[in-house]
Nanobody, 127 residues
Framework: QVQLVESGGGLVQAGGSLRLSCAASGRTFSYYVMGWFRQCPGKEREFVAAINRSGGSTLYADSVKGRFTISRDNAKNTAYLQMNTLKPLDTAVYSC????????????????????WGQGTQVTVSS
């Protein structure tokens, strides 16, 4: 098993940046494909980005492509989500997730693919 704890959320003006972190403990971090999802009140959780075990391959939702960057540092057991040019529509609770899948695939876009979840961190973008 792995335990995940997010940090780095907060309030930022439109056009600003934030970097979220997802600290993992438990089983070896590099065993897991990592993903970031977000959820607004009254809406379903939606995919944001995912990264493979080595960090050499990534996936992004169209809505964040070119603005957000997912990365990981396996030596520090941490995944990151760098968010630039933030928009009010990016306001949500952001959660990281881990899956024991061996690589990224079409399944990586879906919440059911992930086995472990953090508690989430609030990101609020003001206009």
């Amino acid at each position: 098993q792995v335990q995940l704890v997010e940090s780095g959320g907060g309030l930022v003006q439109a056009g600003g940046s934030l970097r979220l972190s997802c600290a993992a403990s438990g089983r070896t971090f590099s065993y897991y494909v990592m993903g970031w999802f977000r959820q607004c009140p009254g809406k379903e959780r939606e995919f944001v980005a995912a990264i493979n075990r080595s960090g050499g391959s990534t996936l992004y939702a169209d809505s964040v492509k070119g603005r957000f960057t997912i990365s990981r540092d396996n030596a520090k057991n941490t995944a990151y989500l760098q968010m630039n040019t933030l928009k009010p529509l990016d306001t949500a609770v952001y959660s990281c997730a881990a899956t024991e899948s061996t690589n990224l695939s079409g399944r990586s876009y879906h919440t059911r693919e992930y086995d472990y979840w953090g508690q989430g961190t609030q990101v609020t973008v003001s206009s």
